[in-house]
């Protein structure tokens, strides 16, 4: 059984910093794409940030680019986000998820089959 975990969510003040991890079993993504994605109260789950199976390629939402850090290690099959320089307005359940397509590339459009459970990330200001 597949399954993706995250982890590393909580409360911060605005301008503070959390790295979230999302650890996957069952399978390995080693080959696979991986990405992040948040959904506020209220609103539509929104794409946050992509990388592709290497780790050489990332894809960032406008809203995040350059205080958000996509990365991955698939010896521990685990990718991760760094987040800094937060804002009240990313406050969401933040959720990890995988494309099962081999190789495939990190987009917001990709074919992600496979989702975390979530977790909350609350920015206080």
């Known amino acids: 059984q597949v399954q993706l975990v995250e982890s590393g969510g909580g409360l911060v003040q605005a301008g503070g910093s959390l790295r979230l991890s999302c650890a996957a079993s069952?399978?390995?993504?080693?080959?696979?794409?991986r990405a992040w994605f948040r959904q506020a109260p209220g609103k539509e789950r929104e794409f946050v940030a992509a990388?592709?199976?290497?780790?050489?390629?990332?894809y960032y939402s406008d809203s995040v680019k350059g205080r958000f850090t996509i990365s991955r290690d698939n010896a521990k099959n685990t990718v991760y986000l760094q987040m800094n320089s937060l804002k009240p307005e990313d406050t969401a359940v933040y959720y990890c998820?995988?494309?099962?397509?081999?190789?495939?590339?990190?987009?917001?459009?990709?074919?992600?089959?496979?989702w975390g459970q979530g977790t909350q990330v609350t920015v206080s200001s």
């Open positions: 069952g399978r390995t993504f080693s080959m696979y794409a």
């Open positions: 990388i592709s199976w290497t780790g050489g390629t990332t």
């Open positions: 998820a995988a494309d099962p397509t081999k190789f495939s590339a990190p987009s917001p459009k990709g074919r992600y089959d496979y």
